[in-house]
C-alpha cells in the first residue's frame, strides 16, 4: 500500500522567511496530494491540493510542487507569519481511490 | 466550521470499559472516515464507510468498531479489546471518491484512559 514520509518533523522560522516542507510517496498510481493545516486544538482543514496532471500549484503566499517521476511534493509559504505557526499534514490518494495516507506532520513555528 | 461535529470532546474511560464516539454530518456526503491521531504519527485510518451498512477496516482497526445506519451518522465504539485507547479521534467526511477527494474533518473528540 502507499507510505507518504514528511520530513522535517519541527520547522522553526522567522517572521517574514519562507517555509519548505517535503513528502515522499511510494505508491506511483497516486495522483492527488493535499496539504492539510490544524492549529493548536483545532481541526484539520484543508489549505492546498494538487493532482498529477499539474507540476505547481499557487494560492497566494501558499504554493505546492510536484515531482511525479522522483515521487515527492513539497509545500512552499512564503513571508511567513505568526499565524502560519500550525502542523502540517500532506497526505496521497488516487482519484477515485476511497482513502487518503497521511504523513506524520509537520510542526512549524513562526518566531517574531 | 460547522457541517460534522463530534461528541463528546472529552472522554474518560476506565480500563475494561467500551465507550462509543459521536460523529454526525450534514453535508450530505456518502463516504465517513475516522482517525486516530498520535503525538508524531499523523492521522492513521480505524474505519471508513462510502454507503449505509456498509464499511471498511483502516490501517489500524483492531479493538475498534463502527456502524453505518444512516448516512450521516458514523460511531465509533472503543472496544476494551483496544489496548492503548488514548488519543485524539477525529472523523471526518467526503464525497463519494471521484475527481474532488477533499475531506472536511470534525473538532474531534479527546479519549484518555484512566
Known amino acids: 500500500g502507499e507510505n507518504v514520509e514528511q520530513h522535517p518533523s519541527t520547522l522553526s522560522v522567522q517572521e517574514g522567511d519562507s517555509a519548505v516542507i517535503k513528502c515522499t510517496y511510494s505508491d506511483s498510481a497516486s495522483n492527488y496530494f493535499p496539504w492539510y493545516k490544524q492549529e493548536l486544538g483545532k481541526r484539520p482543514q484543508l489549505i492546498i491540493d494538487i493532482r498529477s496532471n499539474v507540476g505547481e500549484k499557487k494560492d497566494q503566499r501558499i504554493a505546492v510542487t510536484l515531482n511525479k517521476t522522483a515521487k515527492h511534493f513539497s509545500l512552499h509559504i512564503t513571508e511567513t507569519q505568526p499565524e502560519d505557526s500550525a502542523v502540517y499534514f500532506c497526505a496521497a490518494s488516487k482519484l477515485g481511490g476511497n482513502k487518503l495516507v497521511f504523513g506524520a506532520g509537520t510542526i512549524l513555528r513562526v518566531k517574531s | 466550521d460547522g457541517g460534522i461535529t463530534q461528541s463528546p470532546k472529552y472522554l474518560f474511560r476506565k480500563e475494561g470499559q467500551n465507550v462509543t464516539l459521536s460523529c454526525e454530518q450534514n453535508?450530505?456526503?456518502?463516504?465517513m472516515y475516522w482517525y486516530r491521531q498520535d503525538p508524531g504519527q499523523g492521522l492513521r485510518l480505524i474505519y471508513y464507510?462510502?454507503?449505509?451498512?456498509?464499511?471498511q477496516k483502516g490501517d489500524i482497526a483492531e479493538g475498534y468498531s463502527v456502524s453505518r445506519e444512516k448516512k450521516e451518522s458514523f460511531p465509533l465504539t472503543v472496544t476494551s479489546a483496544q489496548k492503548n485507547p488514548t488519543a485524539f479521534y477525529l472523523c471526518a467526511s467526503g464525497h463519494l471518491p471521484g475527481s474532488y477527494n477533499e475531506q472536511f474533518f470534525g473538532p474531534g473528540t479527546r479519549l484518555t484512559v484512566l
Open positions: 464507510s462510502q454507503i449505509v451498512n456498509d464499511f
Open positions: 453535508l450530505n456526503h456518502d463516504a
